[in-house]
């Protein structure tokens, strides 16, 4: 008597489903690796676009005033970076930037407080500003998270 074997037994089935799960493994590991670096990349160009769109207002008003005369900053007591900058620019006119107290919003205003462009943070990546006075340059530094900083740069 000939036994006709077709099908599989149970010893192949299960080596074949421990199989395909190990691939499926590996393939849900690098799909959640590309959804993690997608991620990133977002948070990087949202930081860009802010940084960019910050720029361009501080930058516009410089140019159209002629440039800068003085700055300063004014330190909170209960934060290692300055709060408040005040830049006063050859025609005359103050501009102030100010982050409010929990470091989510940035203000540009001017002298009469009066709100030209704000913008807030992405979630993680706080808000502050960097004085530095030199012995010719005074530079204000704005950033978001440690990447990608507005530099401000006026002779003394």
Do not use: W
């Amino acid at each position: 008597m000939k036994l006709d074997h077709k099908g599989f037994t149970l010893i192949e089935l299960t080596i074949s489903l421990v199989l395909l799960t190990v691939v499926l493994l590996f393939v849900m590991n690098f799909l959640n690796i590309i959804k993690s670096e997608e991620s990133n990349a977002s948070f990087d160009n949202q930081i860009i676009v802010n940084t960019s769109l910050i720029s361009e207002n501080i930058n516009r008003d410089v140019k159209e005033a002629g440039g800068i005369s003085s700055s300063n900053c004014s330190t909170n007591v209960n934060s290692p970076t300055e709060t408040s900058c005040n830049m006063v620019l050859k025609d005359g006119s103050v501009r102030i930037f100010e982050i409010s107290s929990d470091k989510k919003t940035l203000y540009y205003k001017d002298d009469e407080g009066n709100i030209i462009y704000s913008r807030n943070a992405i979630p993680g990546y706080p808000f502050s500003i960097v004085y530095t006075e030199g012995n010719q340059i005074l530079l204000v530094t704005i950033r978001q998270g440690n990447e990608y900083p507005i530099e401000i740069v006026s002779k003394k």
